[in-house]
């Protein structure tokens, strides 16, 4: 199957630093990306959709100046968390669609756990 | 609006016991995937299964089984003689057609005792 690889695993940072976490299609290329949010003991919750070559979708209540999204290339989407807090402290899940004809399939990376101290 | 729901927050079973995990959903799309979802704690998703919303055959793989029935909005998900290592937390989610983007039920969470 396919393979969607997040960077970092984890992260730790201060209060008020900025943190870029990436996620690759690894041997697809992928125009829509997906970013989703999970806190500890819930659901994973959608953030933003993420397009090729131009801005992201937003879900309600995600603050699109706070969290940064780059799809600069069919393989690579980059989610940046700006001057982060305590309550930003998550794992970060992204999923790849890989377009197929007549349908599509969806990959997961790994996610990547954020601590904010 | 879509909504996934999933009542059972918490299963405990002991080990070779069945068990049921319920999905209920809601969408007014005609045509829509369900999905099934385990997330151990390293928290990677294992994905399971996904439908099409015009196939309600039910599927069997190994020990996992599917029910989904449209006339009640549900996919359940049975597990037969269940191990230890089915231990995880189990997510039902539900995408458009063609966005791709899921939306997940609250997850429950199973724990299999030996």
């Known amino acids: 199957g396919a393979v969607v690889s997040q960077h970092p695993s984890w992260v730790i940072c201060k209060s008020g630093t900025s943190v870029k976490i990436e996620c690759r299609s690894l041997?697809?290329?992928?125009?829509?990306m997906f970013w989703y949010r999970q806190f500890p003991k819930q659901s994973l919750m959608l953030m933003a959709t993420s397009n090729e070559g131009s801005k992201a979708t937003y879900e309600q209540g995600v603050e699109k100046d706070k969290f940064l999204i780059n799809h600069a290339s069919l393989t690579l989407s980059t989610l940046t968390v700006t001057s982060a807090h305590p309550e930003d402290s998550s794992f970060y899940i992204c999923?790849?669609?890989?377009?197929?004809?007549?349908?599509?399939?969806?990959?997961f990376g790994p996610g990547t756990r954020l601590t904010v101290t | 609006a879509q909504k996934v729901t999933q009542a059972q927050t918490e299963i405990s079973v002991v080990e070779k016991e069945d068990v049921t995990l319920d999905c209920v959903y809601e969408t007014r799309d005609t045509t829509y995937y369900l999905f099934w979802y385990k997330q151990p704690p390293s928290g990677e998703l294992v994905f399971l299964i996904r439908r099409n919303s015009f196939d309600e055959q039910n599927e069997i793989s190994g020990r996992y089984s599917w029910n989904f029935q449209k006339s009640t909005s549900s996919f359940n998900f049975t597990i037969t003689a269940s191990q230890v290592v089915d231990s995880a937390v189990y997510f039902c989610?539900?995408?458009?057609?063609?966005?791709?983007?899921?939306?997940f039920g609250q997850g429950t969470e199973l724990s299999v005792k030996p």
């Open positions: 041997d697809f290329q992928a125009t829509t």
């Open positions: 999923s790849a669609r890989w377009d197929r004809v007549g349908f599509y399939e969806q990959y």
């Open positions: 989610a539900l995408s458009e057609p063609w966005g791709g983007k899921l939306i």
